[in-house]
DNA sequence: TGAAGCATGTAATTTGTTACATGATTGG
DNA sequence: CCAATCATGTAACAAATTACATGCTTCA
């Protein structure tokens, strides 16, 4: 129950848990991977960790729950303190550091890469990662805005910037 | 001289060895913080671990080099070995993992903050930091495209878009 | 002449990554 | 019935962040 700084990453942990009520670590890491994972992912071995900590901090509790087959498994869920923390997170909006672009690809043309073969490489990748949020984008259909399908469109409005940028350069050679 | 596993933060202290032909880790750090570091930023801890482990695998070498006030400096170039890693570095297109946003804002998002207010505020601090670079870009003059250039060009276009997606936020108050 | 800040690092702590372990379930 | 893979974690190691230390310079 001492006090510990909370990090990106705990309130991925409680903001999943109080969506789901209570899982395994092993079912965030599943929800992790088909949601907020897009734009920040997390190792499953983080994921552990971090209901640990939380844990001893208080913000959530676990017990066990053995699997139908007698194997060892804990569920966890936020406990009162918990959802406090998250939703005092949540109300500030102070902003600290903004965030960097942080792209090897970037790095590389920084320090002399040729433009157009590096560009065309990149837009490739970038040209699929796009098709793939424009599809998870359309199975939203037009359900109201959320938080889910609001950064999936900052997802896809970023992506293209980047199949524009790495189109330039590709075209260049 | 043992072989190592080199990062974007290697690449970072080959290229700019590079640039400068040779230099103390205080004067990358300075470095850092005027170009690669707008959108690839490292604490100067992190160059100075760097740069041993990168004489220590033979890429650099250094020497001491007093300050005129007698104090202690080390002061850094490439071997030949460090110039070959990096130009092949270069030629490499490879992609990888592409990067993710990792925005803290998009997570707070994500979680059910309220978009007008969260909006508000980091539309404002988007709108500062593409002033500044817009700013350097100016001060670029028409120079020819080179790394430095472009890869401020790439900044400018995803701060404007982070204007806009937050804009949009902001106004749906 | 003393405080602020520049120059030059080291150390402690937290995160993140990668690899390993192993029992249950399922498909061929 | 056996191999693959799902489910559930632990451990070791590498990297990043934050804090600390401390001698020089400069300027009020």
Redesign the pocket.
């Known amino acids: 129950m001492s006090t510990m700084?909370l990090?990106p990453?705990s309130y991925i942990v409680l903001g999943l848990l109080e969506r789901l009520e209570s899982a395994?670590?092993?079912?965030l890491k599943?929800v992790v991977a088909l949601s907020v994972g897009n734009f920040w992912s997390?190792?499953?071995?983080?994921l552990?960790r971090e209901a640990d900590r939380l844990e001893a901090a208080g913000l959530v509790v676990g017990h066990d729950d053995p699997?139908?087959?007698?194997?060892?498994?804990?569920i966890f869920g936020l406990t009162a303190a918990g959802r406090r923390a998250l939703g005092s997170w949540r109300r500030d909006v102070a902003v600290e550091r903004l965030p960097e672009l942080r792209d090897p690809g970037l790095l590389k043309l920084f320090f002399g890469a040729d433009p157009a073969r590096l560009g065309a490489a990149r837009l490739a990748a970038h040209r699929r990662q796009l098709a793939e949020y424009e599809a998870r984008l359309a199975a939203f259909g037009d359900e109201r805005p959320s938080g889910p399908l609001l950064t999936l469109q900052a997802g896809v409005a970023h992506e293209r910037e980047w199949v524009r940028f790495w189109e330039g350069l590709a075209a260049s050679g």
Chains 1, 2 share one sequence.
């Open positions: 700084r990090t990453t395994s670590v092993y079912a599943q997390v190792p499953h071995s983080q552990y699997t139908p087959g007698g194997r060892h498994r804990r």
